[in-house]
C-alpha cells in the first residue's frame, strides 16, 4: 500500500513557475513508476509526465515537454514536477499517481494504483 500526498499548488502568473512534489508513504518506493496527471475543469485527466523505476527514465505530453521536469529521490521518497514558463491552459488539479509496474501504457490513467487527493494550479494571464 502506498499513500501519496501532493504539494507546492498556487495561484501564478503566466510565465512563471512552480514547483508540485509528491510525497510517498510506504516500503519500496524505488520499485514504483511515479507520474503526473492533470485535470482541467471539464475534461478527462491526462498525462503530464512520468519517471520510472530503476534507470529513472522519463517521458512528458508534447504540451509541456521543455517547460515541465519531473524528476525522483528515491531516499526522500518524493517525486517532483519542475514547471517553468507556466501558461493558462496548465490551470488544472494535478494529481500524482504511483505503480509497480503500471499496467500497460504508462500514459493512461488505468495504469496506476495510487492517486495523491491532487493540488490546485491556476496560472493567470
Known sequence: QVQLVESGGG??????????????????FS???MAWFRQAPGKEREFVAVVHWGGGGTDYADSVKGRFTISRDNAAN????????????????????????????????????YWGQGTQVTVSS
Open 78 to 113: 518524493t517525486a517532483s514536477l519542475q514547471m517553468n514558463s507556466l501558461k493558462p491552459e496548465d490551470t488544472a488539479v494535478y494529481y500524482c499517481a504511483a505503480a509497480s509496474p503500471p499496467r500497460g501504457d504508462y500514459r493512461y490513467v488505468y495504469a496506476y494504483d
Open 11 to 28: 495561484l501564478v502568473q503566466a510565465g512563471e513557475s512552480l514547483r508540485l512534489s509528491c510525497a510517498a508513504s510506504g516500503r519500496a
Open 31 to 33: 520499485t514504483y513508476t
